[in-house]
């Protein structure tokens, strides 16, 4: 089988680029190519950056979160409020929260979302250590800031169900309309969402 670059070496860092994350075919080439191209200097940071990540980041061990000690800034910080803890799928979505600024509380990780199709059980997450945390931890509320597919509406719903029986209100973040959005591209049940959940104009 031919090689498309005329070097396996080259096409092994391409293929290797190519499993990341939203790295398409094109993009893992382009970034091979830079990477090629550019000072060796620049190579050599991002190896050492790869590997000082590897070294010294792990997950919190309360929250799940980034960490480079035993907990994040965010579980380590006395300001935050400890009355809401915010559950969401992955730590990238602790960024977004962080970034948009909107929440002051607590974070739980749960390292993914429930998918039986795709082997995904409660056990695969850290449902277990969210239960006993809000029984050890007694917070208000509970922020369900899962993404509105079928995963995390299962997984929305299995946290609800297990914490039926407990003092902690449970809440999810509105879905609807976005905004800058047409009515004619919304699908049926983002619409129904939005129309139940409709609020008055002031």
């Known amino acids: 089988m031919p ?5 396996a070496r080259l096409e092994r860092l391409v293929k290797r680029l190519g499993r990341l994350p939203g790295i398409g075919s094109k993009s893992a ?12 200097s620049e190579s050599e940071d991002l190896v050492d950056a790869l590997r000082d ?8 061990s309360r929250c799940g979160s980034i960490a480079e000690a035993e907990l994040c800034r965010i579980c380590e910080d006395p300001r935050r409020d400890d009355r809401q803890l915010c559950v969401v799928a992955q730590a990238t979505d602790v960024f977004t929260m962080e970034r948009a600024a909107v929440f002051r509380g607590r974070y739980h990780v749960l390292g993914g979302l429930l998918s039986p199709l795709d082997g995904v059980r409660p056990e695969d997450l850290s ?13 208000e509320e509970i922020v369900l800031a899962l993404s509105g597919s079928v995963e995390g509406e299962a997984t929305a719903l299995f946290i609800g169900q297990q914490l039926s029986e407990d003092p902690v209100r449970i809440t999810r973040l509105a879905t609807g309309i976005p905004v800058g959005g047409h009515l004619e591209f919304v699908d049926d ?3 129904t969402r939005a129309f139940s959940a409709r609020l008055p104009l002031s």
């Open 29 to 40: 080439a382009r970034l091979a190519l830079h990477l090629l191209y550019a000072d060796e």
């Open 3 to 7: 090689v498309p670059f005329g070097s």
């Open 53 to 60: 990540v590897k070294q010294h980041v792990r997950p919190c």
């Open 127 to 139: 449902l277990d250590a969210l239960l006993d945390r809000v029984r050890d931890s007694g917070p």
């Open 189 to 191: 049940v983002t619409l």
